[in-house]
């Protein structure tokens, strides 16, 4: 690939490059160059992308206090969970949410004096929806409806807790086909409401909806843990 010559005028050696092999070199360093501005463009169309979809969901102005502290959506917490699934980050449970939604409205009691240790108290005769009544026939003694139940937890959940969640999953994601319901987005509700982390079960008396919904969207793991069958 390369020839030799003796200069006779200075006695130095001259390297002749043969055109072939120049070429190839310039071929393979434009080829190089045009790989690595392509790869650049790549990325920073990614990059512009990705942070138009943070624009998009952040909200232009703060969002106001009666917005914070109100439920994102008018779905079922069930549903909710349904449409949200494991995405993000922060454990979370539909079954703990539907107990705090119970006992938001009253129809039954979560006592405790700290965020871990409660007191949860079914009264006789207590009737919900049917995702209350999925949870709440798993806790009834004997699945009574007539029966009062008084446990104290955590943990509340036992070998019967993968079977409620499957019980509750199933007929929630029924009710999410048939309203044809596909995602919601609530990453600005979820910032809004990050306070919500160390609440515990108790803390339903004070906290009321949001608490129930942040349960199921990973922003209240300690109230999803207590009350959760995980």
Known sequence: MWDASLEAADGELVE???PSVLIGRVAL???LSAMWLLMVAWVVRR????????????????????????PPSDLEPAVVSVLVGGAGPGDRSAVAAVLLGLAERGAIDIDGTDSRRYTLAIPAGERGDVFEEVVLSELRPQGQKTSTATLTRPPLWGAGGASVERRLARVAGSAAREARLIRVTLTAWLRANSQLHEVGAPGSATWGEPLVYATVLGAAPTAAGSLGTG
């Open 16 to 18: 002749v490059r043969e």
């Open 29 to 31: 360093s434009v080829m």
């Open 47 to 70: 990059l512009l992308a990705a942070q138009r979809v943070l624009n998009a969901e952040r909200p232009d102005t703060p969002p106001a206090r009666d917005a914070v502290f109100s």
